[in-house]
């Protein structure tokens, strides 16, 4: 008999998307299998069905999960009113490998079988799911997976002296067609570490060659540790060029896979004081981070130090040592990190402090003055136009502060309060502080990234404080407790869609056409572009767009080594790619304004005159 039950959705943000759901799933062990959470839950009626085979035979027993998706990724953590929660259908395999999914709400998901165990077949590279479109009363079928027992690596990790390393986090990479290194982004955890007998196993591994590791990267931060190891690949190369590659075929095991490390890198440790800017009285309690500046010195590939996000607080002097560093330049920041609750909270702390850096070369920094300032605090509701309680958006909303010398953006000097977020709660009310006097605007976004579950988009509509509207960015001052804001945006279930003509002539080799949508509403200074990809026969489809005004643009994109770069009709609403150089095209700009209602289809025509060139 097929099953399917509902549990509350929680943090997908990697590929490790089983690992995620399972450990969330496990909070909800209390309910039994097949019972429905008495949860209010949308009900729809399309049905999602397929087949699991494990290699010819069918599949009985496994787990599959329906993920709704927020802007093609997998949605945000759950920071809303449970009301408001959307679920994840779970279903099993019946004895002939069938599943099926119903009562589904029309929207776009992603089927993801929950097994740790099992991979996808040789050949097939679907491991982060299948993405599934529905429209009410809609059949999707044969949304079918073939899988594979899944290799194992082990093996023991010692130290220059033979002892072994304990809880040392281990590395893996693969090897893409042509030999070189890249990063293995499949997997069933997180992360991998060593037990308390340097021990490590990592399994559930698709078929492929891998370099197997353990220590530090050069260039990436480190915990506080007290020994921490220099990367050192299997069986005891410094360099993964010079790593034994370790083949995994489909359930092998792959053991005594052991690292011999060198010696323990020499760490260093700063000393300072953190003080009020104002008073220069030392302050208590405050978190102090200890963060790798970019492009601070030549260790590693990132141009960093390592041993970045080590962190302490100051006592009653206002006194801090953090240990734990490596050579090279740091930053030093107070703000808080960590997702807090939604309804009240936010995720930097209200303090910032004044850029403050150092430098460890050979031996121990001190004497590092860090001035602290109180930010401001930026209180009220957002209001969300346009959604239905299937359909709300979650939400975060942050606020960039440009301060009264135009300078400090983030990134410079840690924590300088030019940036901060919060989440907005589920009656809509939110809390920003830690920001720095200055000219603050606000922004608000989907925490998925992009058009919701039924297909939706946010614009910004307004502004208001106390009742009067807002003209886009408004002034606060050190310390101050600014209330009353409200924040409106609506959720847009608008499509433009339409068809580019091309005209007296052909594009260029290698170049494709994007449409963007730049919303024309003045009172918020216009809305985000949201881009489509033009098709081999020209047609484009915008969606999530709320009712208003929007120009339509196509541009042009070099598709090439490093991504592309738009061209010709760019402007505003044009659309960049990655970096790289490419030969520019270019393109006779082509626009149109059009009107958009939310739940309707507009259509336009762009006509494309190459001859223009």
């Known amino acids: 008999m097929v099953k399917s039950f509902l549990v509350p959705s929680g943090l997908v943000t990697t590929g490790r998307i089983a690992f995620c759901l399972m450990a969330l799933l496990a909070l909800s062990s209390s309910r039994s299998a097949g019972q429905s959470v008495t949860q209010s839950n949308p009900t729809g009626t399309a049905t999602i069905t397929g087949l699991v085979k494990l290699g010819e035979a069918p599949a009985s027993g496994i787990t599959l999960a329906l993920i709704p998706e927020q802007g093609g990724r997998p949605g945000p953590p759950q920071m809303r009113g449970e009301q408001q929660q959307p679920k994840i259908l779970q279903a099993t395999t019946d004895d002939k490998g069938q599943y ?44 079918n997976f073939v899988m594979a027992p899944g290799g194992v690596i082990t093996g023991r990790v010692t130290d220059h002296q033979g002892r072994p390393v304990i809880a040392e986090r281990i590395g893996l990479m693969t090897t893409n067609a042509t030999g070189q290194p890249q990063q293995f982004n499949g997997g069933n955890r997180i992360s991998y570490e060593t037990d308390d007998r340097g021990v490590y196993r990592i399994y559930g591994l698709p078929e492929g060659k891998y370099i197997v590791s353990a220590g530090t990267e050069s260039n990436r931060p480190g915990a506080n540790r007290r020994i921490r190891y220099p990367r050192t690949y299997y069986p005891d190369a410094t360099e993964a060029a010079q790593a034994h590659l370790v083949e995994v075929s489909s359930g092998s095991v792959a053991e005594s896979i052991d690292i011999r490390m060198g010696a323990p890198m020499k760490t260093y440790a700063v000393t300072g004081r953190a003080v009020d800017a104002d008073t220069g009285e030392p302050i208590l309690g405050v978190p102090i981070n200890v963060g790798a500046q970019r492009g601070g010195g030549p260790q590693g590939r990132g141009g960093g130090p390592a041993g970045g996000g080590n962190s302490s607080s100051t006592n009653d002097k206002g006194e801090f040592r953090v240990t734990g560093l490596l050579p090279g330049r740091y930053s030093i920041s107070v703000q808080q990190a960590g997702l807090q609750n939604a309804d009240s909270a936010n995720l930097t702390s209200n303090l910032y402090n004044d ?47 440009r301060g009264q010398q135009g300078q400090g953006q983030r990134g410079q000097g840690g924590g300088s309060g030019r940036q901060s977020a919060a989440m907005v709660g589920a009656n809509g009310a939110f809390t920003i502080s830690g920001l720095a006097a200055g000219t ?28 009067a509207a807002l003209n886009g960015d408004f002034e606060v001052a050190s310390g101050q407790q600014v209330s009353g804001i409200r924040v409106v945006v609506g959720y847009g279930t608008g499509v433009i869609q339409g068809k580019v003509i091309l005209a007296n002539g052909a594009l260029p080799a290698g170049t494709r056409l994007m449409v963007t949508a730049r919303s024309l509403n003045t009172s918020t200074g216009g809305g985000q572009n949201r881009p489509a990809q033009v098709d081999a026969g020209g047609n484009f489809k915008l969606e999530g767009l709320y009712s208003g005004s929007y120009e339509v643009r196509v541009s042009a994109v070099t598709i090439g080594i490093g991504g592309g770069q738009g061209q010709g009709g760019q402007g505003r609403g044009g659309q960049r790619g990655g970096g790289g150089n490419q030969n520019r095209v270019r393109i006779p700009s082509a626009t149109q304004t059009v009107t958009v209602t939310n739940g309707a289809v507009a259509s336009v025509n762009l006509n494309l005159d190459l001859s223009q060139q």
């Open 355 to 401: 850029p403050a850096s150092f430098e460890i070369s050979d031996g121990d920094a001190s004497g590092v003055e860090v001035k602290v300032h109180r930010g401001a605090t930026i209180s009220g509701v957002v209001i969300v136009e346009g959604a239905t309680n299937a359909t709300a958006p979650q939400l975060m909303i942050s606020a960039a502060s």
């Open 100 to 143: 099926q999914f119903a009562n589904i709400v029309a929207g776009r998901f992603r089927v993801t079988l929950l097994t740790e165990t099992l991979v996808p077949a040789s050949g097939d590279r679907r491991a982060g799911g299948v993405a599934v479109s529905v429209s009410d009363g809609q059949t999707v079928s044969q949304v």
């Open 440 to 467: 603050v605007r606000l922004n608000v976004n989907d925490f998925g990234g992009g058009p919701g579950r039924g297909g939706g988009g946010l614009t910004l509509v307004r502004i208001e404080r106390n009742g």
